[in-house]
């Protein structure tokens, strides 16, 4: 079949309309660079994810991302071991609900209004390098662009096609929602919790929304991945769910961040830049390997690629799309390795120690805990928390604390 090819050459092509894309989309837009983005699905669309957003994304969306926010939480429940638990509260926000397709959809209008011309409905299928840029093929046509964008998911195309024999980790993950006609006490005081009872070698969540409760868990460490039966103890034993009818879970990989990319003297182990094309948010497997949380990374991550397209667009003989990677390697890079370190000692310790140390220890403990709140507000970092810990065990190659 003869596909027509486009007459008119965009500056960029952005493939996947989730947040990243639609992020790198608007700041490229912003910056009256001509932006073609596609989209297999239409805008709102159902995804499956538990909708959990750090606080500190609030620094690096508009101000009316709000009128979207399904929840504002300021309280988190820790549960760690038995039947105790830690309540940490706060005066200000620590995390931020919302429903994918309202967030998304939001995402993709700012886009839209910023003149990204867009094309939901109509998936990538191919993609090719031509003289001075890249062609990508649909089933209705061919485009033509300078650069690419993939910001297509876990099961990216543009990463299988631009990124030959990239092949990065990804753990399994369920979750389901459950809408009751009374509220839930997480919903009328806001508060979600956090379970390492719930998964053997991870943790099960509960986040509040204004129509029920998102619920879910996820399997961090390789070998000991159940994710099922996890999901089946999780609402079977958790005391919040007790009484709820709960749907089947749906599943999903999170594309974590590969911990060999973020040694110490090691280049990055899955390129997120190779000729004109670049990879961001899940589709270049920027998930925090603690908690597996990727809005905020995929969001930050568009930014950065729009910045260096800009960049290079405006000044090819002194910027090129590599600094790309530079960009995402310095913000991230740090940030990832210390939680992959965080995540070997608490997922590779069994659950027994974790309610004997928050029995034993139980200010320590709690401090901890606030700390990992202060990070998600963006008061904190992951390389801080770390130095706090070690020099609490007295640990002689932990650098001095940032207090």
Not at 33 to 62: M, N
Not at 84 to 93: A, D, K, N, R
Not at 112 to 140: F, N, Y
Not at 334 to 355: D, K
Request: net charge neutral; with cysteine; glycine share 10%.
């Amino acid at each position: 079949m003869n596909i027509p090819l486009s007459s008119h050459t965009y500056d960029v092509i952005v493939v996947g309309m989730g947040p990243a894309g639609a992020s790198a989309a608007y700041e490229l837009s912003q910056q009256g660079i001509s932006v073609l983005a596609f989209d297999k699905q239409r805008h709102p669309r159902y995804k499956v994810c538990g909708g959990g957003l750090s606080a500190r994304i609030a620094k690096i969306l508009p101000a009316d991302f709000l009128s979207i926010v399904e929840e504002t939480v300021h309280r988190v429940q820790f549960a760690y071991g038995g039947q105790e638990s830690f309540l940490i509260e706060s005066p200000e926000p620590i995390a931020y609900m919302v429903m994918r397709e309202d967030f998304d959809h939001w995402l993709v209008e700012k886009a839209r209004k910023a003149g990204t011309e867009i094309r939901e409905g109509e998936t990538v299928v191919d993609i090719r390098e031509v003289d001075q840029g890249a062609e990508v093929v649909t089933k209705d046509g061919r485009y033509r662009s300078r650069m690419v964008i993939g910001a297509d998911g876990v099961m990216s195309v543009v990463a299988q096609q631009c990124f030959p024999g990239r092949s990065l980790r990804t753990i399994p993950a369920l979750e389901s929602e459950v809408h009751g006609e009374c509220l839930h006490p997480f919903q009328e005081t806001p508060t979600a919790l956090i379970s390492l009872q719930a998964a053997k070698k991870g943790y099960g969540w509960i986040f509040p929304k204004q129509q029920g409760l998102s619920l879910g868990v996820g399997e961090f460490v390789k070998g000991t991945m159940r994710p099922k039966q996890s999901f089946r103890d999780f609402i079977d034993h958790e005391p919040a769910l007790a009484g709820l009818n709960i749907p089947a879970p749906l599943g999903y990989p999170l594309p974590i961040a590969h911990g060999l990319a973020y040694r110490n003297g090691r280049a990055w182990a899955g390129r997120l830049v190779r000729g004109r094309a670049m990879l961001v948010g899940d589709a270049g497997h920027l998930v925090d390997p603690l908690l597996g949380e990727g809005i905020y990374y995929a969001v930050r991550s568009g930014q950065l690629a729009a910045k260096s397209i800009t960049d290079t667009l405006r000044h090819p003989a002194t910027h090129q799309l590599s600094e790309y990677e530079t960009l995402v390697a310095t913000e991230f890079g740090p940030e990832f390795r210390v939680a992959g370190r965080l995540g070997a000692v608490i997922y590779g310790l069994p659950r027994s120690m974790h309610h004997w140390a928050g029995q034993r220890f139980p200010d320590a403990y709690q401090r901890v805990l606030h700390r990992y709140c202060a990070m998600l507000q963006g008061k904190e970092t992951y390389q801080s928390l770390w130095n706090r810990i070690l020099h609490r065990l007295n640990w002689p190659f932990s650098e001095k604390p940032v207090e």
